[in-house]
Nanobody
Framework: QVQLVESGGGLVQPGGSLRLSCAASGFTLDVYAIGWFRQAPGKEREGIPCISNSGSYTYYAGSVKGRFTISRDKAKNTVYLQINSLKPEDTAVYYC??????????????????WGQGTQVTVAS
């Protein structure tokens, strides 16, 4: 069964950090570009960073540039999202998604085939 599972979310104070994980089962992520998306209550889903299948290309949306870092671990079949200097406006459900593509990635949701169930990130004091 093809599955993406996010983990690592939680409640954190402003200025804190989290590392989210996106683990794949039933398939290898080596040939998939991965994107992270988030959706806050009452807002549209937002693509944040993405990473190509090889890891050589990454893209960050302007709202998270400098604070978010996406990376991938081939051996663990997992993609990570390191989030630093968290702000209350980062509160959202965070999703990872996979698309079968070589050499590029996108923060547009349409092309993505597989989605995880999401992990909640809440930033509050």
């Amino acid at each position: 069964q093809v599955q993406l599972v996010e983990s690592g979310g939680g409640l954190v104070q402003p200025g804190g950090s989290l590392r989210l994980s996106c683990a794949a089962s039933g398939f290898t992520l080596d040939v998939y570009a991965i994107g992270w998306f988030r959706q806050a209550p009452g807002k549209e889903r937002e693509g944040i960073p993405c990473i190509s299948n090889s890891g050589s290309y990454t893209y960050y949306a302007g709202s998270v540039k400098g604070r978010f870092t996406i990376s991938r671990d081939k051996a663990k079949n997992t993609v990570y999202l390191q989030i630093n200097s968290l702000k209350p406006e980062d509160t959202a459900v965070y999703y990872c998604a996979a698309v079968f593509k070589n050499g590029w990635c996108t923060v547009i949701a349409g092309p993505y085939h597989y989605w995880g169930q999401g992990t909640q990130v809440t930033v509050a004091s």
